[in-house]
């Protein structure tokens, strides 16, 4: 992803406003993605920044059973009750109209993993996402006849989707 699409990903972005947040909080140096790095400390990806500031969140915010706190797990917080849960989403997929960016923004500590049920913009749900060191699978059913661009790391696909039935691509 190039500085212009990770902008204008406003996926990417709100995952990055949210890391340039907590580590400027927390006294942090970063490296603007114009000079090819987003990160908190020497030698650490943008996806690993992201992972670091998902941490921070989660430690000071949520508790296990995901409900959200303000101050520190001192007082329920409703307003950003799906925020953890969302944004994990988005490092995983991101989506706009005729466009679907599988792991846009993995973290290293995750090199194998499943979602399921992702809905994604133009009517497509990711019905299963699985990944591994050497492969993604990604199973989809599109509401409407179409075709998206499809991205996976540094390759990408033009797939026809049919209403209604469901398309399995490997990577």
């Known amino acids: 992803m190039n500085k212009h699409e990770f902008f204008q990903n406003k996926n990417v972005f709100t995952i990055f406003c949210i890391f340039l947040f907590i580590n400027a909080s927390l006294g942090a140096q ?51 009750s799906g925020g953890m849960p969302a944004v994990i989403i988005k490092m995983l997929v991101s989506s706009e109209p005729g466009k679907i960016n599988l792991l846009p923004a993995l973290p290293s500590e995750w090199s194998s993993g499943k979602i399921e049920g992702v809905l994604c913009r133009g009517q497509i749900e990711i019905t299963n996402l699985e990944w591994n060191n050497k492969s993604i699978s990604v199973s989809m059913v599109s509401e409407k006849d179409q075709t998206i661009e499809l991205n996976a790391f540094d390759k990408s696909k033009n797939v026809e989707l049919s209403a209604g039935k469901e398309k399995t691509l490997t990577f």
């Open 30 to 80: 970063i490296s603007m993605p114009e000079r090819g790095l987003v990160s908190s400390k020497p030698g650490e990806t943008w996806e690993e920044g992201f992972h670091e500031s998902l941490k921070h969140l989660v430690n000071r915010f949520w508790l296990d059973n995901l409900a959200s706190m303000h101050n520190h797990k001192h007082l329920f917080n409703m307003d950003i």
